[in-house]
């Protein structure tokens, strides 16, 4: 005699699949939507290892060491130094390179020729 929920192994129909992952989605949002987040402190010095953490546990409030700060307010300023440093360097290369192409143009007529003479006609 079989039980009376119906059989045990019977696999799920479509439509039941289709409803218990709704149900499942659904709450999954809802849970997402209510969970409280933790404070950042120091905005702009988000890491990698922040954003792992922030994955595995969003509720934790994520701050930064006096020195890790320190080190990562470096590296911005020393990015920003390099940054700066590689738009002035091809302006100015840019010129010399020109400045070498007009000598280089100056350069390069013939040393036999001579330049054009108008002659004059005598009567």
């Known amino acids: 005699m079989s039980p009376p929920g119906g059989k045990i192994n019977r696999p799920k129909t479509e439509l039941g699949k289709k ?14 939507k209510r969970q409280i ?20 546990s969003p509720r934790a409030n994520i701050t930064l060491s006096g020195k890790k700060k320190r080190k990562l307010l470096k590296q911005l300023q ?8 590689m738009d002035v360097e091809p302006a100015a290369a840019l010129s010399k390179k020109q400045d070498s192409s007009l ?7 013939p040393a036999g020729s001579q330049e054009d003479v108008d ?3 005598i009567e």
Request: proline share 0%.
């Open 19 to 32: 409803l218990f992952k709704r149900r499942r989605v659904l709450g999954r949002d809802k849970r997402k």
């Open 37 to 56: 987040v933790g404070a950042v402190v120091d905005q702009g010095l988000i890491t990698v290892h922040h954003l792992k953490k922030r994955k595995s």
């Open 78 to 85: 020393h990015l920003q130094h390099e940054k700066a440093g």
């Open 103 to 109: 000598e280089k143009k100056k350069k390069k007529k």
């Open 119 to 121: 002659m004059v006609d």
